[in-house]
C-alpha cells in the first residue's frame, strides 16, 4: 500500500506538472505528423478528431519496447491488464476494463483471431516483426465488430512494403535461458507493385522445467496497384510452435506439451470511385493444436483440436460521412481424441451481418461531431441480434475535446461452453446457453498539445447472463450457465510529457472496479490499481544513445473469491517491475540494444495463481536496416 500511495503522489506530480505546461505552451497547434487510426470508423481518420478511449502504438513504439509478439507489445498501455501462466506460449488473457479475455476482441488486419472454442486469442503466434501498428479500441466495438467486444478492440495493423521501407532488414537478439528471436524483412515496392516477406524464429529453454518453447513463422504481403485508385492485396502467415507445459507449482509436469500449427490467407481489393471508397475480402484461416496429456499415460499427445474460419467481407464509404458494410462468415471447430480415434466434437457456426454508420458534422455546431452506428447479427447458434451504438466529440478548441460513448455489447457463447464433451472430471457444455449481453458507456476529456498530452476517460459497464461454470450437486457435473450480472467501473489517466529533446515521459494510471451483482463478490483477475511510468532520455552529449526506464506497479488483484469453503476473497501479491533498455545507433544502418527486466529480481509474483514469474533477465540485440 506504501508503494501505492508513493505512486499515486508520482501521478498527482504529473498532473500539476501537466497544468503548468497547459498554461505555458497555452493552446498551441501540434506540429507532429498527424495520427491516423482506421479501426473505429473502418476509414482512416485523425485520431484528434476521435474519441478519448483510443490508443496507437506505433512501429516505433514497438521496436522500443523490444518486444517479440503481441502480449509484450499490450503489456503496459492504458487500459489493459495482461496475464500468462509464465513462460513463452503458455496460456494468455487480456483484461479490458475488467472484461474478460472471451470478452476482448483482438483481429489482424480486421480479421477476427479470437479461438471459437475458447473465445480467446494466442498473442504468442502474433510476431512483433510482422505488426506495422496496432490500434486498440478502449470499451465496446460490438456495434462495428460484433460478438467479443465486450471490454475493447485490439486490431493489429500488418506491415506492407512502400518505396520508404528499408529492402533488407535482419535482427538477432539473445538472452537469459538461452532465448534467441532472430528474423529477416525483405521489401521491395515501385508504383505498381509492393512485396514484403517476414520470416521469424523464437526459441528459448524456459526458466522452468518443461517450458521449453520452439517457433518457426512467416508473414508475407503482395499488393498491386491496378490503376491509380485501386489496389488488391494477398497477405499471410504460417506459424508453427512446440512448446512445454510445466504445470502449476502445485501440479507440476515434466513431459506435458503441445504443438500448434496456424495459418490464413486474406485477398484484399480497395477501390475509390469518384466520391465512394470500395472494400472487399475474403479470408481462410487454419488453427491446429495438438495438446499432450499431463502425466503422459498415454504417449506425446492426447487430444487434437482444429477450427477453420473464412469468411467474405464488403463495405461501401461515401465521402468519408456514411458507410456500409455487410459480412458472411463460417467457424468450424472439431475435437478429436487421438487414443480412441473417436471424435468429440463436430461442430460449425454461420454468421451473416450488417452494419451501417455515419461521420456527422454540423454546420450549425462545428465542433460537433456524431458517430452512429447500427448492426445487425444473424446465426445458427444464437439468432438475431441488433446492436446500436453512438459515440460523440465536441472540440473545445484545436488542443481540447471532450467525448462520450454509449453502446450494446454482447459476446456468444464459444464452442467448448456449448458442446464441450462430457468427461470423468465431471465437465459438461450446455447447449442451451443465451449470448450475454450489456450495454456499456464511457466519457472522457483530452488535451493534445506540442509537448504535453493528457487524458481522463471515466466507463462503465452493465452486464447480464455472463456464463458461469457452476456445480451441480444433483447431477455431480460442472456445467456453463447463464447467472451472472456484473458491473464494471473505472476511469483511465494518460499523460505524456516532451520536456526537451533529451527527457521525456509517459504515465497512465486505470483504476477498475469491476463485481458480480449478485453476489457482490470482486471479478478474477482484475487490478484494481495499475500503474504505468516510462522515462526517455536522449543524451545530446552521446548521439544516437537512447535510454528508457519502465515501471510498472500493479494492486489489489483477487484469484479466488468468497464462497462457502473460503470465507474470504484471496489476492494476488501487489508487485512493482523494474526495468531499463539502452538503444546505440552505432551507424546508419545498424543498432545494438540491450534491456534487463525485473531489476529488482522480484521473483515472488505472479500474474495467474500458482504459475510463476521469473526473476531478473537480460537480452541484447543488433537491427539492421538499409
Known sequence: MRKFISLLAVLSLAV???????????????????????????????????????????????????????????????????????????????????????????????????????????????????????????????????????????????????????????????????????????????????????????????????????????????????????????????????????????????????????????????????????????YNANYTRKAGDMFDAWGAYFDKYNTVNTGVKGSVNYRDSITLGVEWDKSEFKQKNLITEIEDVNKNRETLSGYIQAFLTFDSVEKLTIIPTLRGDKSNDFGEIVTPAVSAIYKLNDNMKISGNASKVWNAPTFNQLYYPANSWGYEGNPNLKPEKGFSYDLGFEYTGTKAAFAITGFYIDSQDLINWEFDPNTYRTTPVNIDKAKQYGCEIGFSYDMSKEISYKINYTYTRAENVETKQTLTYVPMHKFNYVLTLKPTSLEGLKLTFDAGYTATTAYQVKSASNPENLYLEDYLLLNIR?????????????????????????????????????????????
Open 16 to 282: 500539476s506538472a501537466f497544468t503548468q505546461t497547459v498554461i505555458a505552451a497555452g493552446y498551441e497547434e501540434d506540429e507532429n505528423e498527424e495520427v491516423l487510426f482506421l479501426s473505429l470508423t473502418k476509414t482512416a481518420e485523425p485520431l484528434r478528431d476521435l474519441t478519448t478511449n483510443l490508443t496507437v502504438i506505433t512501429e516505433e513504439e514497438i521496436k522500443e519496447k523490444s518486444a517479440k509478439n503481441l502480449g509484450e507489445i499490450i503489456e503496459g498501455e492504458l487500459g489493459i491488464s495482461y496475464k500468462n501462466n509464465g513462460p513463452l506460449g503458455q496460456t494468455q488473457s487480456v483484461f479490458m476494463r475488467g472484461a474478460s479475455s472471451a470478452q476482448t476482441l483482438v483481429l489482424i488486419d480486421g480479421r477476427r483471431v479470437n479461438d471459437v472454442a475458447l473465445g480467446t486469442a494466442d498473442f504468442t503466434a502474433i510476431p512483433a516483426n510482422m505488426i506495422e501498428r496496432v490500434e486498440i479500441i478502449r470499451g465496446s466495438g460490438a456495434a462495428v465488430y460484433g460478438t467479443g467486444a465486450f471490454g475493447g478492440v485490439i486490431n493489429v495493423i500488418t506491415k506492407k512494403a512502400t518505396p520508404l521501407t528499408p529492402n533488407v532488414n535482419p535482427y538477432f537478439s539473445y538472452g537469459t535461458f538461452n532465448t534467441i528471436n532472430a528474423g529477416i524483412t525483405g521489401a521491395y515496392a515501385n508504383d505498381v507493385v509492393s512485396i514484403l516477406i517476414a520470416p521469424s524464429m523464437l526459441s528459448s529453454d524456459g526458466y522452468r522445467k518443461n517450458s521449453f518453447y520452439d517457433s518457426k513463422n512467416i508473414f508475407g504481403k503482395i499488393g498491386i496497384n491496378l490503376t491509380e485508385n485501386s489496389e488488391i492485396v494477398l497477405s499471410g502467415q504460417a506459424y508453427n510452435a512446440d512448446i512445454g507445459n510445466p504445470g502449476s507449482l502445485s501440479y507440476p509436469s515434466e513431459t506435458a506439451k503441445q504443438f500448434e500449427d496456424n495459418n490464413y490467407l486474406k485477398l484484399d481489393y480497395n477501390t475509390k470511385i469518384e466520391d465512394f471508397k470500395i472494400q472487399v475480402s475474403g
Open 582 to 626: 539502452a538503444d546505440y545507433q552505432i551507424m546508419k544502418y545498424v543498432s545494438l540494444w540491450a534491456k534487463i527486466d525485473n531489476l529488482t529480481n522480484n521473483e515472488t509474483y505472479q500474474l495467474s495463481y500458482d504459475y510463476p514469474m521469473t526473476g531478473v533477465t537480460g537480452t541484447a540485440g543488433i537491427d539492421i536496416k538499409f
